[in-house]
């Protein structure tokens, strides 16, 4: 198990496991880039693909990050289990938190609906979606370090499109919550159940939701 350190941030954490000064790190749902750029302070050398279908989002990336960098490439997609183009439900916020983007999601949102009053669903956007097992082909990326995953209750969506990719994944950093905040979301232990190749490294809990990070036992 991954101890917890109070000097480190569980983005040093991670890199300290990953053993490699060049890993390939997949951010899906990257939103702005924060957690990119931090991994990038830390593994400058490392090649990373963003994943981002929100355009304002998107547009914040690209304002964010050194448009001279290599080794950084930003999809304007959603990755799920399908192939082509799928309804994505843009969140914003009410009072001092308006053009909160945060909490998109290619899922209907559920019991977020009463659980963040503040937040709330604008219509329906369409966006360009890929299975993940699609793009690594296509993209001819092999071998994957770690998948660092924010996706809104769509967990399920992209293991089901990315078997072979997630099979060739050293690691996965992902939210997970019990409480169905999106329609279908799965609780951590159905996510478990779809991923029998990965262990629990550590919980990151916060009341019933939280981010755990999970390791391929097969790499």
Not at 29 to 34: A, E, P
Not at 164 to 178: G, Q, V
Request: hydrophobic share 35%.
């Amino acid at each position: 198990m991954l101890e917890s350190t109070s000097s480190l941030d569980v983005h040093e954490q991670l890199v300290s496991l990953l053993e490699n000064s060049r890993p390939v790190i997949l951010d899906i749902g990257c939103n702005d880039g924060t957690d990119t750029k931090r991994f990038l302070e830390l593994c400058p050398e490392a090649r990373f693909y963003c994943f981002e279908p929100d355009p304002r989002a998107a547009v914040r990336f690209k304002r964010n990050m050194n448009p001279d960098l290599d080794n950084v490439s930003l999809f304007e997609i959603a990755i799920s289990d399908r192939n082509g183009t799928i309804d994505f439900h843009p969140s914003n916020g009410d009072g001092e938190v308006e053009e909160w983007d945060l909490s998109g999601s290619i899922r209907r949102p559920k019991n977020h609906l009463a659980e963040y009053e503040w937040v709330r669903f604008d219509h329906p956007i369409s966006v360009e979606t890929r299975r993940l097992d699609d793009w690594t082909s296509e993209a001819n990326v092999d071998k994957i370090d770690l998948i660092w995953m924010d996706v809104q209750g769509a967990e399920s969506d992209v293991i089901a499109g990315g078997k072979r990719a997630l099979s060739n994944t050293r690691f996965i950093y992902t939210e997970y919550s019990d409480r169905e905040l999106y329609e279908g979301q799965l609780s951590l232990h159905a996510i478990l159940e779809l991923l029998p190749s990965f262990e629990v490294v550590r919980l990151f809990p916060r009341a019933v939701e939280g981010d755990v990070l999970l390791r391929n036992t097969g790499c």
